[in-house]
């Protein structure tokens, strides 16, 4: 019998506000256990929270991005369990009036990927076991989150991680999370089903929980469709449940029945007033949200001619991008060029990439491309003014004159020079002998040690003659 | 009359030294406390700490700002930062928070002399203040008696002159039945007058911090220092209008005087007849989902409760357990151990309504209810009358030790829960004495934020009765 795999996707971003969701702790990632705290994130008695207005403008600009409804009224719900990660024994969230409904991906198959709903929500404390005891870091706890509940609408795990890429850039593109794996404020709870080849009814799922990387999520989705395969070929029946991923072993394991999974009990936080969002609330995100990157991408491709794979690069990182299209205006290609070789040489990891932090501002980057369309610099001093750009911050224009840096030259400068030392020269190109420029514009290209641009050379020699 | 306006004219005067003021409140306590449990700790060194500060003001030649230098108690909910707050169950003793609650900032801020926190039932969980850890404060009017509850120590302190004025917690009654109780005045503030940050919750939708007063002047004086929006509180609300005019018909609903004993009916009656001749109008009224009031609050507070108490489970502060398997385990022995059953039996009634199956019938039920019950008391009441007027409890005041089942005991909240689930603001005047010479209060609900127009209504009837119905005790410190 041929299977037909249906997965579905609920995805926990933590959002990148300067404060905690309830209170006024900071966000950073990291830091001493328990350094980051107050009484109201660890819940002690009596303390109140205090909706962080940030966060609800984070989740409403990552579900216009993804173009969500934005719901006008919406409210916090209590969820409770208890697990000493949650302080409260509740985890404050969104249950009955979530702040997005619906929006969608679109794959690069053309497939469209459904979301069901977006919800804001607390982060939990991390618990450490170790050597038989467990300890608490409640640094996390408070930390704004954002669940993407997904439609069971994805086929395979390629289409799961084609996904999840998707949101990551979508989603860091709206500015409101950095979306790293890698450091848990992007993770992944997988729901997996096998059904024959034509049916429409869903089989029995079950649930991978807390995937925090691309390969896990591959990984535990192919683990777990040909254990379900399986299951089912022998006559067996999916049970469903909730499963733990070994990363180690690439082999999920079950953790809880579901038949008996904890009751929530939720209902409404009364400590939290209603969420009202007005329409021009919602304008002012809407018109604040910057190009997507797969619409920068096309432009990219439209404007400028940039191949596709190129302009998908620079369309990745939004700060290259918006880096890019203030240079782009003078020289897209050059631009082009100089950031995906020489930059990207130099700023070569994802993270360095998406903070772009360098020393010279667009603006800097800009007045080179400017220098070396005109033809002042040639494309290896310009490379050369580049790296002395990246090591000090100084402008180009001061390497160049100042410094000399690089071997840039002032092509004006060596001109009235070579004039200046070749009367000769000068009087016989007046004279109409063609052949005595050809000299002049030898003597300027050995000053400048080759380097000066020879076309630039010949109309600023012709300048300062005719000015002579 | 007015012991707080009394108590900062002895001060300026010089009469006597604020310290010397509290040294005779503390031995008062000392004295007395053994008998009454009003007090469920006592903070000694902080009250001579600010009685000091602000000897030192007096000697500046400086004014006392509202409410300095005066001694008051703070129910044991109300969160102290370093000073025992327990909520007088053992899950919480020796508990010492580590932040204030905003009510005691703003106090604290204005040199407030506190002398103790007030004992309580535990959680605010109780009409009685019998489920305190310590046992119940005692009614000062009568021993044989419980000081109301659950902010009975509140009552009890300043009935019992162990204190000028008392902030307690009232989630179906608990400031307004004790005040009932004791003879004093109480007063339930609308929902978010008063920012509810570090009143350690039992039911956050209907939780309210509330004054225990001798008289109306006196919670005057308090209401206007603690009403004061907190931005840390989201529920907390600015009020539309500090003086409201005051409105002066009063509804009266026949449904309040069902099952109602025939000493409060009588006294309650007199108290109409008294409203009457100062010339307010009484307008009968009809309020007939009141029948529904009790299951409505009882569902709501039950579940708002099993959620707020979750968090006791022994790991972070509080009751802990050493001895336990796994981490459920330990959990479930640190709240079998160190909740009271009354606690109990509410946490499990609050989990029971919520869980899936029953949430419809019964959470759901009662919000639907919540919203029909605020939607007939704006139609049949404050579209015609300012106040309502009703018993404050059907009951004559409680002897000690009675043993009431649960049933019987929620029943004495039919009068008062009213105002919490439609978050108005209530007070209670006391009116007249039962059979056994113990106080009985009337109470108003007026419409929200009416909090100033409430008090002048009850100093009225302050005014043309004289309290005379309230035994002066010739006990603690007489100011």
């Known amino acids: 019998m041929k299977w037909e795999t249906v997965i579905g996707l609920e995805t926990h971003i933590e959002l990148s506000t300067a404060s905690k969701v309830f209170c006024s702790c900071g966000t950073k990632f990291g830091g001493e256990p328990n350094s980051n705290v107050c009484p109201v994130c660890l819940g002690h008695p009596g303390v109140l929270p205090s909706l962080n207005r940030q966060a609800v403008e984070f989740t409403v600009t990552a579900g216009l991005a993804l173009g969500c409804e934005i719901a006008r009224v919406s409210y916090m719900d209590r969820k409770h369990y208890f697990y000493p990660d949650m302080t409260k024994a509740f985890q404050t969230s969104q249950f009955h009036a979530p702040l997005c409904i619906g929006g969608s991906v679109t794959l690069s198959s053309g497939r469209t990927i459904r979301l069901n709903h977006i919800h804001l929500e607390e982060d939990a404390g991390k618990l450490i076991h170790d050597r038989g005891r467990t300890l608490i870091d409640y640094n996390r706890a408070g930390v704004p989150l954002m669940e993407l509940v997904g439609e069971p609408d994805l086929r395979s795990a390629a289409e799961a991680s084609e996904y999840l890429e998707l949101l990551q850039s979508i989603v860091r593109n709206a500015g409101v999370s950095d979306c790293r794996m890698q450091e848990g404020s992007m993770r992944c709870d997988v729901n997996v089903s096998v059904r024959p080849e034509g049916s429409e009814t869903l089989g029995t799922r079950t649930e991978v929980k807390n995937l925090n990387s691309f390969a896990s999520v591959r990984q535990a989705i192919e683990f777990e469709v040909s254990r379900q395969i399986e299951v089912l070929e022998s006559g067996g029946r999916v049970i469903q449940e909730t499963r733990g991923f070994n990363a180690a072993s690439g082999e999920t394991a079950s953790m809880r029945d579901k038949e008996n999974s904890d009751d929530y009990r939720y209902f409404r936080e009364p400590d939290i007033i209603t969420v009202r969002l007005t329409d021009a609330d919602v304008e002012r995100l809407r018109s604040a949200l910057p190009e997507t990157p797969q619409a920068r991408a096309k432009r990219y491709v439209a404007e400028s001619g940039l191949t596709e794979s190129d302009a998908a690069l620079l369309s990745k990182y939004r700060k290259v991008a918006e880096f890019y299209d203030v240079a782009a205006k003078v020289n897209a290609k050059l631009a082009a060029s100089f950031i995906l070789t020489k930059l990207f040489a130099e700023v070569s990891t994802e993270v360095a990439r998406e903070e772009w932090n360098l020393k010279f501002d667009a603006a800097a980057f800009s007045e080179l491309v400017a220098l070396t369309d005109s033809g002042t610099l040639s494309r290896d001093a310009a490379k050369r003014v580049l790296s002395a750009m990246l090591e000090t911050g100084r402008s180009p224009q001061s390497i160049v004159e100042r410094d000399g840096i690089g071997g840039a030259v002032n092509v004006d400068a060596l001109c009235t020079a070579a004039i200046a030392d070749n009367p000769a020269a000068v009087r016989d190109y007046l004279a109409g002998k063609e052949k005595a420029l050809q000299s002049l514009i030898g003597a300027v290209m050995k000053a400048s040690k080759g380097q000066a641009p020879i076309e630039e050379v010949k109309s600023a020699l012709l300048r300062a003659i005719d000015a002579h | ?479």
């Open chain 2, 1 to 479: 009359m007015a012991r707080i306006a009394n108590i900062q004219r002895m001060l300026t005067s010089g009469e006597c030294t604020c310290r010397e003021l509290t040294l005779r409140y503390l031995a008062a306590i000392d004295s007395a406390n053994a008998d009454l449990a009003a007090y469920i700790s006592v903070t000694r060194e902080t009250a001579l700490a600010t009685a000091d500060a602000v000897d030192a003001k007096l000697r500046r030649g400086e004014r006392l700002a509202p409410l300095e230098g005066v001694p008051f108690s703070l129910k044991d909910n109300i969160s102290t930062r370093g000073l025992e707050t327990s909520c007088a169950s053992n899950m919480l003793a020796g508990y010492k928070p580590a932040y204030d609650a905003f009510t005691w900032e703003l106090l604290k801020a204005r040199n407030a002399v506190l002398l103790g926190k007030a004992n309580m039932d535990e959680f605010a969980m109780g009409s009685t203040c019998e489920t305190s850890r310590i046992g119940g404060a005692k009614n000062p009017h009568n021993i044989g008696y419980v000081s109301g509850g659950s902010s009975g120590g509140s009552a009890s302190s300043v009935a019992a002159n162990l204190a000028a004025y008392s902030l307690g917690s009232d989630t179906g009654g608990s400031v307004r039945q004790p005040a009932a109780f004791c003879g004093l005045l109480g007063l339930k503030p609308t929902y978010g007058a008063v920012s509810r940050r570090g009143l350690i919750a039992f039911a956050s939708s209907l939780d309210q911090i509330g004054i225990l007063a001798e008289d109306s002047d006196d919670a005057r004086a308090v209401f206007q220092v603690i009403a004061k929006p907190d931005a840390l509180d989201m529920t907390s609300r600015t009020l539309p209008n500090l003086a409201p005019e005051l409105n002066r018909t009063i509804g009266v609903a026949s449904e309040f005087f069902t099952g109602v004993s025939p000493d409060v009916e009588q006294a309650v009656r007199n108290a109409i007849d008294t409203f009457e001749r100062l010339g307010y109008e009484i307008v009968p009224v009809e309020f007939p989902l009141l029948r529904y009031v009790l299951p409505t609050y009882y569902i709501l507070a039950c579940a708002e409760a099993s959620s707020n108490l979750g968090r006791y489970d022994g790991i972070r502060y509080g009751f802990a357990s050493d001895m336990y398997d796994d981490i459920d385990d330990g959990i479930s022995r640190v709240r079998s151990e160190g909740f009271g059953a009354e606690v109990k039996r509410r946490i499990m009634l609050g989990t029971y309504v919520l869980s899936s199956g029953y949430f419809d019938a019964y959470y759901k039920k009662a919000q639907d209810l919540r919203h029909a019950i605020k939607r007939q008391i704006e139609d049949n009441v404050f579209g015609r009358c300012g106040m309502l007027l009703t018993p404050t409890v059907p009951t004559n005041a409680l002897k000690i030790g009675a043993n009431l089942s649960p049933v019987e005991i929620y029943g004495t909240d039919i009068c008062t829960v009213t105002a919490n689930i439609a978050e108005l603001p209530a007070v209670s005047v006391p009116c007249g004495n039962d059979s056994a010479g113990l106080p009985i209060g009337v109470q108003l609900i007026g419409s929200a934020f009416s909090d100033a127009a409430l008090l002048d209504a009850a100093a009225d009837f302050e005014r043309a009765t004289d309290r005379e119905f309230v035994a002066n005790l010739d006990m603690g410190v007489r100011v």
